[in-house]
């Protein structure tokens, strides 16, 4: 009977184990649910930037106005017979910025 009862408690303690800190474990477990979760969170950051680029990439393949509209605001591009003003503020106001503003 002795023998019984101490293989029952061994075969508890090994499942004991196994459930705890083995492989499968729960712990484990908890640990892939959170790699999950953060995953997911990437992949749907780069879902959003992707259909950005997207609508992007598709604005510039329909038409002229996107590509101009870039050329003006990072290029700093003018069109033909237009004229570019760049008011500067003066030296005593540092938080104003420059501004720009096209006729």
Not at 36 to 48: A, M, P
Not at 62 to 71: F, K, P
Not at 75 to 102: H, I, K, M, N, S
């Amino acid at each position: 009977m002795r023998l019984l009862l101490a293989v029952l408690v061994l075969v508890v303690l090994v499942l004991q184990y196994r459930l705890w800190f083995a492989e499968g474990s729960l712990a484990e477990k908890r640990r892939l649910e959170l790699q999950v979760e953060t995953q997911t969170g990437i992949n749907r950051e780069l879902r959003e930037r992707n259909a950005v680029l997207e609508r992007e990439v598709l604005e510039l393949q329909t038409g002229n106005d996107g590509l101009e509209q870039r050329a003006r605001e990072q290029l700093g591009l003018v069109r033909e017979g237009e004229v570019f003003y760049q008011v500067v503020a003066p030296e005593d106001e540092p938080d104003a910025g420059a501004e720009t503003g096209r006729q």
